[in-house]
């Protein structure tokens, strides 16, 4: 059974940073793409940031573009989401996700796998 479990969310104050980590257990997801998307409260899921299965190339999305990193250890079957210069607006319930395929997308529709969210609470 594949699982997804994230870590790393918590209460930040505004203008700091976090990294946030997603284990993948079950399977190895060496060659799979992996993304993490946000969900706030009264708002759709969206998409934060991607990585290909290789690891060589990363989506972003415009809200985290240039204080957001997406990486991977394979050899710990782990993706990362860093974010710094966190404002309240990043508040959110941030979910990991997997595709079968190596390629990344931004679309939530194309992750088969789902992790049940880690709280990220950005305080003014």
């Given at each position: 059974?594949?699982?997804?479990?994230?870590?790393?969310?918590?209460?930040?104050?505004?203008?700091?940073?976090?990294?946030?980590?997603?284990?993948?257990?079950?399977?190895?997801?060496?060659?799979?793409a992996m993304g993490w998307f946000r969900q706030?409260?009264?708002?759709?899921?969206?998409?934060?940031a991607a990585?290909?299965?290789?690891g060589g190339s990363t989506l972003y999305a415009d809200s985290v573009k240039g204080r957001g990193t997406i990486s991977r250890d394979n050899a710990k079957n782990t993706v990362?989401?860093?974010?710094s210069s966190l404002n309240p607006d990043d508040t959110a319930v941030y979910y990991c996700a997997a595709r079968r395929g190596p390629y990344a997308y931004t679309?939530?529709?194309?992750?088969?796998?789902?992790g049940q969210g880690t709280q990220v609470t950005v305080s003014p």
């Open positions: 059974q594949v699982q997804l479990v994230e870590s790393g969310g918590g209460l930040v104050p505004a203008g700091g940073s976090l990294r946030l980590s997603c284990a993948a257990y079950g399977r190895t997801f060496s060659n799979n706030a409260p009264g708002k759709e899921r969206e998409f934060v990585i290909s299965g290789s990362y989401l860093q974010v679309q939530s529709g194309q992750y088969d796998y789902w």
